[in-house]
């Protein structure tokens, strides 16, 4: 049954019309559709709602929405109502997306504001991880990468390989050579004081809202349990296109140290820069197995070279925001 199905979104809608708190006025819109999850818009008495559902792979989502409503409610949207046996859930109104009301160099001048935000915010779940846990929430923490990473090396089918835009037997040959030492940089990592904690995975522009004044952060579909700077790769890549900028830009580092500033009581800033350097390099490989957790929770998904390219820029080691070939 798919998102479209007539029989799902009578269910849905019935849902929906019976956790509002007041009544749904108007017709409900399915404003997004995509393999993972909709969204649609509940005009209510009391204001627009939004509901959510997720696909098997992150039906979590719906758990760790009302987790995060209860351990960050000043970065959050408040959850409604909440079904995390099916994964769905109905919230607040999120304000404007940051991609819809800011952009060019003025955005950029917001992402100085929000990262420091971002990494307090991780800072402060971090003691709650067995929380999140509990609700679902993907386990990638740095001791179980490794062998997270050797599963996929032998997902013949996922990497695609010897396929256009696939990994080749001579790529895959030089991944399971990095085996040893990504195992080695996994470990210096969680030697260190950063405690591991929730990380989007995808955090650019269009997951941060703008309501009142404040930035809200949404869309964990994505998210998981690991070293907070992974969140970096998506970010910095997403901002290097975006801002027209080349790998390492002296932008890009800036940002970078302004989301290191929180973690500056736990580490010196040239130590917070070297655990950056490594984690771009370790979350280019988690970012990669994001993907894999997903084609391998949905057989029926269709694949592409998602994957392969995620393992190729690791080969490749480029500085952070690298992402093109």
């Known amino acids: 049954m798919g998102w479209l199905d007539p029989a799902w979104l009578?269910?849905?809608?019935?849902?929906?019309r019976s956790s509002v708190p007041g009544s749904v006025i108007g017709s409900i819109e399915q404003t997004y559709v995509s393999a993972w999850a909709t969204v649609m818009r509940v005009p209510t008495t009391d204001g627009d709602l939004w509901f959510k559902a997720n696909a098997s792979v992150q039906r979590f989502e719906a758990g760790l929405a009302v987790?995060?409503?209860?351990?960050?409610?000043?970065?959050?949207?408040?959850?409604?109502?909440?079904?995390?046996?099916?994964g769905w859930f109905l919230m607040a109104d999120a304000g404007e997306r940051l991609r819809d009301s800011v952009e060019g160099p003025e955005q950029l001048d917001q992402w100085f504001r929000i990262?420091?935000?971002?990494?307090e915010?991780?800072?402060?779940?971090?003691?709650?991880?067995?929380?999140?846990?509990?609700v679902g929430v993907p386990d990638e923490r740095l001791e179980a990468?490794?062998?997270?990473?050797?599963?996929?090396?032998?997902?013949?089918?996922?990497?695609?390989?010897?396929?256009?835009?696939?990994?080749?037997?001579?790529?895959?040959?030089?991944?399971?050579?990095?085996?040893?030492?990504?195992?080695?940089?996994?470990?210096?990592?969680?030697?260190?004081?950063?405690?591991?904690?929730?990380?989007?995975?995808?955090f650019h522009d269009g997951q941060v809202f703008v309501r009142?004044?404040?930035?809200?952060?949404l869309d964990w579909g994505d998210s998981c349990i690991s070293h907070p700077f992974h969140t970096m790769v998506v970010t910095l890549r997403v901002l290097a296109v975006q801002q027209e900028l080349g790998p390492g830009a002296p932008e890009l580092l800036r940002l970078r140290d302004a989301y290191l500033e929180?973690?500056?009581?736990?580490?010196?800033?040239?130590?917070?820069?070297?655990?950056?350097?490594?984690?771009?390099?370790?979350?280019?490989?988690?970012r990669a197995l994001s993907w894999y957790r997903y084609f391998a929770g949905d057989p029926d998904a269709e694949r592409d070279d998602t994957v392969a390219w995620g393992l190729k820029m690791f080969l490749a080691k480029g500085p952070a925001g690298s992402w093109q070939l």
């Not at 987790?67 to 099916?86: G, P």
């Open 115 to 119: 990262l420091p935000m971002y990494a």
């Open 10 to 16: 009578d269910e849905a809608h019935d849902w929906i």
């Open 121 to 134: 915010f991780q800072l402060a779940v971090a003691p709650d991880v067995d929380r999140l846990l509990a």
């Open 212 to 217: 009142d004044g404040r930035y809200l952060f």
């Open 262 to 286: 929180p973690f500056e009581e736990l580490a010196s800033l040239a130590e917070l820069r070297s655990m950056a350097d490594l984690a771009h390099r370790t979350g280019t490989i988690a």
């Open 67 to 86: 987790e995060l409503a209860t351990l960050a409610t000043d970065r959050v949207v408040e959850v409604v109502a909440a079904d995390v046996d099916r």
């Open 145 to 202: 990468l490794p062998d997270h990473l050797a599963r996929v090396l032998d997902d013949h089918d996922v990497l695609m390989l010897g396929l256009p835009d696939g990994v080749t037997s001579d790529e895959l040959a030089r991944l399971h050579s990095a085996l040893p030492g990504f195992a080695s940089m996994c470990s210096e990592l969680a030697a260190s004081p950063i405690p591991q904690t929730l990380q989007h995975d995808d």
